[in-house]
């Protein structure tokens, strides 16, 4: 629907929102394209508002635009033709992702889930790829706008609801094959730095609550809720799986997965089904697809409480490679699946809870970057500044891997005149302190 320019437009609310929607005026559209290039804020304002829309809607128009061009790295080019929140994109997830959310649920035979709490809907648009029957529900008026505009055409069904322990999920075609997606609200109202709402990172202050989602949970045959990837381990509710995701080499969430359907040990054809009791880890490449997947079934057996795997003491040496893992392996805890399946590599963490590893091979490339040890040095000033003039260095990478040193201090106190550019890793082997000069290995 084409609306006549205004300047009384006393739209507000979700009916600004929707008056601004892209294809609802391709005159608003087209102006709002031509503003835009001009580069100059105050002159686009300015030039909506000389043809006639009202201040809020050129300025809802303009922030819209902006929003999408944001969005796009989020949200693909389906940003284009969305309409957003500035919180609702901060809080969207990454398309390649969302598209991780739908496949698990396919890999778990479901035929019909309800995104409870979708947002603007990024994870129930990647959902309606991979599950039949999609519903989403959204407890803000204008998120839920949004996210009836950004579905529509992808036959999900959205309603502006707040979910509550009384509300009872679809049970058809049969309860078992029914799942729940949470992706609850991690804000604590609480500014950071830069002006935007801080994160929770724990059980406490998700919106929908931890209790409400396992209560729903027992409700049908699975459930999903993504939480944040600094999820601790003992917070993982009993019998449920926990999945760590890379993306890009970020380590950007981790999911719980709850209920009936959770394969048992041994029982999943499809790796990806999420097996009760256990742990995972994924990593995707940038446009999402699964580069390596593994879980806590494929560590090798190990004495009740310890690793699973070899773990340096203090008094033992470096090999001749150290082995950066995933983030997603190593917050998972799964560092076990890539050294114990290595045993000509000799492959063994540096200590407990450090994640790098050490061997005299290089380390599989699904999982591990691998460096060359090129010097282990103790990390004291003169030791390092003596080095730094042997080595000529110039430029100092500083990285800290469970060293307890701060990389500032140290580097306020190595002298770099030379012209190298040198990598200095500071870690711990057992509990030895050590700084590592490493390199990339020269390639075969
Ligand atoms: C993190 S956002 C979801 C983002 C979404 N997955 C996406 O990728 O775009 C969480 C949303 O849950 C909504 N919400 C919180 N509690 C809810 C409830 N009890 N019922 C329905 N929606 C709820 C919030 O309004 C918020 O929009």
């Known amino acids: ?68 061009a944001t969005g796009t790295a989020k949200l693909g080019e389906r940003a284009a033709g969305m309409l957003l929140t500035r919180a609702g994109l901060e809080q969207a997830t990454r398309w390649q992702v969302a598209e991780l959310h739908g496949r698990v649920l396919a890999a778990a035979g479901i035929e019909q889930v309800t995104d409870v709490g979708c947002g603007l809907g990024a994870d129930t648009w990647a959902l309606t790829r991979h599950v ?58 609480v500014a950071d730095a830069r002006g935007r709402a801080r994160r929770v990172s724990g059980p406490t202050g998700l919106r929908p609550s931890l209790e409400l989602v396992t209560t729903l949970a027992g409700r049908v045959g699975l459930t999903g809720c993504k939480v944040g990837p600094g999820w601790r381990h003992g917070d993982v509710p009993a019998g449920a799986h926990a999945q760590w995701v890379s993306h890009d080499g970020d380590l950007v969430e981790a999911v719980l997965w709850m209920g009936r359907a959770l394969a048992s040990p041994g029982g999943a054809p499809d790796p990806l089904r999420p097996v009760a009791g256990a742990h995972s880890a994924t990593r995707l490449d940038h446009d999402g697809t699964v580069l390596a997947h593994t879980d806590s079934t494929a560590l090798p057996p190990s004495p009740a409480g310890m690793p699973g795997h070899r773990v340096l003491t203090s008094e ?60 282990v040095m103790a990390p004291r000033p003169k030791v390092l500044s003596a080095w730094a003039r042997r080595r000529e260095v110039g430029e100092l990478v500083l990285r800290k891997h469970g060293s307890s040193l701060d990389p500032a201090v140290v580097r306020q106190r190595i002298r770099t005149r030379g012209d190298q550019r040198r990598v200095l890793l500071l870690t711990r082997i057992g509990d030895r302190q050590v700084a590592v000069e490493i390199e990339a290995p020269a390639e075969p």
């Open 132 to 189: 039949p029957a999609v519903t989403a529900l959204e407890a803000d008026t204008e998120t839920a706008a949004a996210a009836a505009h950004n579905l529509a055409g992808t036959g999900a069904v959205v309603e502006h609801r707040e979910v509550d322990a009384s509300w009872q999920p679809p049970a058809a075609p049969e309860a078992a094959r029914c799942a729940l997606w949470f992706d609850p609200a991690r804000r604590t109202g």
């Open 1 to 68: 629907m084409s609306h006549a320019p205004d300047p009384d437009d006393p739209l507000a609310g979700v009916d600004l929102l929707r008056s601004v929607a892209p294809g609802s005026d391709p005159a608003l559209d087209a102006l709002v394209a031509e503003a835009r290039a001009t580069g100059d804020a105050f002159a686009a304002a300015a030039l909506l508002r000389g043809a006639g829309f009202a201040p809020e809607r050129a300025a809802a128009a303009l922030s819209q635009a902006e929003l999408r």
């Open 316 to 375: 033992d040496e470096l090999g001749t490679h150290l082995w950066e893992p995933d983030p997603a392996l190593a917050q998972a805890g799964l560092v076990g699946v890539v050294a114990g399946g290595a045993a000509e590599a000799r492959a063994a963490e540096l200590g407990t809870g450090v994640g790098w590893m050490t061997a005299d091979l290089p380390g599989d490339p699904a999982w591990v970057r691998t460096h060359r040890v090129v010097e």
